[in-house]
C-alpha cells in the first residue's frame, strides 16, 4: 500500500471512528458518499473494498450485471458502481435498519435494485435474527426471530452474470448447492464463507459445489482472530472460521 493510500485510511478511520451508532454521519468515500452509524464496521468496511479492493474484477460489458447479496448499508454498492458507474446492480439485504442506510447510500446512483429480502433457497420467507449491523443472518432453528420475505438464488441466474457476491452468514452452502446446475452463468463470484470448528464437512461442500460446477477458486482467511488456534479454536463472538474466496467459472 503506497504511503498515500495509508495517509487516505488513516484519515478515513479518525473521522469514522466518531460515530458512536447513535445517530446518523456522512463522510466522503472516493467520489461517492457514505451515511453510516456504526463507525468501526464502515473502517472495515474500508479496509477490505477500498483499500485492499477485494471485490475487483474486470470485465469488458458495457453494463455489467452485479447481484450483490448481504450489502449491508451499501459499501459493497458503492464500490460497485465506483469500478463500473454503468453496471446493473441488484442488491439485497433483509435486516430493517441496514436496508435504510442501503436505500439512502444508493440514491446517488441509477440503475440499482434493492431488495428487502434474504437470499435463500426458496421464496416463501424465512427466520431472520435482526441486529442492525453486519451480523444479521438466516436462522432456520427457530421461530422466535423476525419473519421476513426470502428470495430463491437460483431465480435470478437465468442469464449472465459478471459479479455475484455473497456475503449471507452462513446461508452461503445451501443457497449455492441450490442453484448450483445455473452457477455456469456467473463469470465472477466473491463468497464469504462462514463456518465452526465442529462442522468440517460446511467447508468440503461448498468445494464439492465448486468441483461440479467447474468452477475454479482462491481461498484467503477473513477473519484471523485466533493467534493461538491449538489453545483456543473456538470464537466465543462469532463464525470460528471465516474465508474470502474468489470464484471464477472454467469452460469447458
Not at 171 to 178: S, T
Request: glycine share 4%; proline share 3%.
Amino acid at each position: 500500500m503506497s504511503i498515500k493510500d495509508r495517509i487516505r485510511f488513516w484519515q478515513f478511520k479518525n473521522k469514522a471512528r466518531k460515530a458512536d451508532g447513535s445517530s446518523l454521519k456522512t463522510m466522503n468515500l472516493g467520489k461517492h458518499k457514505i451515511t453510516f452509524k456504526k463507525g468501526e464496521e464502515v473502517i472495515h468496511g474500508y479496509r477490505e473494498l477500498f483499500r485492499d479492493g477485494i471485490y475487483t474484477f474486470a470485465s469488458d460489458a458495457a453494463k455489467p450485471l452485479i447481484i450483490d447479496c448481504g450489502a449491508h448499508i451499501g459499501m459493497s454498492v458503492i464500490f460497485f458502481k465506483d469500478l463500473f458507474p454503468a453496471s446493473r446492480v441488484i442488491a439485497f439485504e433483509p435486516d430493517e435498519e441496514n436496508f435504510k442506510l442501503l436505500t439512502e447510500n444508493s440514491r446517488q446512483f441509477a440503475n440499482i435494485t434493492l431488495e428487502k429480502k434474504a437470499i435463500w433457497i426458496h421464496n416463501e420467507g424465512v427466520s431472520f435474527a435482526s441486529t442492525g449491523d453486519m451480523s444479521s443472518h438466516i436462522d432456520t432453528t427457530t421461530t422466535r426471530e423476525v419473519s421476513v420475505p426470502s428470495a430463491r438464488l437460483y431465480d435470478y441466474l437465468d442469464q449472465p452474470v459478471d459479479m455475484l457476491k455473497i456475503d449471507i452468514e452462513g446461508a452461503e452452502v445451501d443457497v449455492l448447492k441450490d442453484c448450483k446446475d445455473r452457477l455456469h452463468n456467473v463469470k465472477n463470484m466473491f463468497v464469504e464463507f462462514h463456518g465452526n470448528v465442529n462442522e468440517p464437512e460446511k467447508l468440503k461442500d461448498l468445494l464439492e459445489i465448486f468441483r461440479e460446477a467447474n468452477i475454479d477458486y482462491y481461498i484467503k482467511q477473513a477473519n484471523d482472530w485466533a493467534p493461538y488456534p491449538f489453545l483456543n479454536m473456538e470464537s466465543k463472538d462469532g463464525w470460528d472460521v471465516q474465508l474470502n474466496i474468489f470464484c471464477k467459472y472454467v469452460k469447458q
